[in-house]
């Protein structure tokens, strides 16, 4: 069976950790049966960011990356070439520039970027973000 790989943005792991009402459960059944069927969660150091500047000490961005059996949740890096093609993309298009790397880091990786955040239509070209909802139902 095919191996799946899928990029979280921020506002997903925000969802899980602190269980934000219904966008926390579909977020979390989501990581849940991508764990159950060895697909595998991306993340990046702009995600570890981000959740750094919303307040998370680096013990409770450490227990949400370990929610998952080991090799399911995976670390990816940004290069400078990667970096600098978000810089442009997020003047060019009005969007912040966390949100075009996300776009890139997914795209490159080959991962299905998963955001309820509409600045990633305008990125719609780099990569399609899709709502957890839709994804859920792939594993039903």
């Known amino acids: 069976m095919a191996e799946y790989h899928f990029y979280f943005d921020t506002s997903i792991w925000v969802d899980i950790f602190d269980r934000r009402g219904y966008n926390g459960d ?3 059944q989501l990581l849940k049966k991508i764990i159950l069927y060895d697909d595998h969660v ?22 949400l990356f370990g929610l998952a ?7 990816v890096y940004s290069t400078n070439q990667q970096i600098a093609e978000a810089k442009k993309f997020s ?21 299905q970027l ?13 990569t399609r973000a899709t709502i957890p909802e839709k994804l859920l139902a792939l594993y039903l």
């Open 26 to 28: 579909i977020a979390s």
């Open 42 to 63: 991306l993340y990046s150091e702009i995600v570890i960011k981000e959740l750094e500047k919303l307040g998370f000490s680096a013990y409770e961005i450490h227990a």
């Open 69 to 75: 059996k080991p090799h399911s949740v995976i670390h």
């Open 91 to 111: 003047r060019q298009r009005n969007v912040p520039l966390c949100d075009a790397l996300h776009a890139i880091l997914a795209r490159d990786h080959y991962a």
């Open 114 to 126: 998963v955001s309820r955040d509409k600045d990633f239509e305008k990125l719609k070209d780099i």
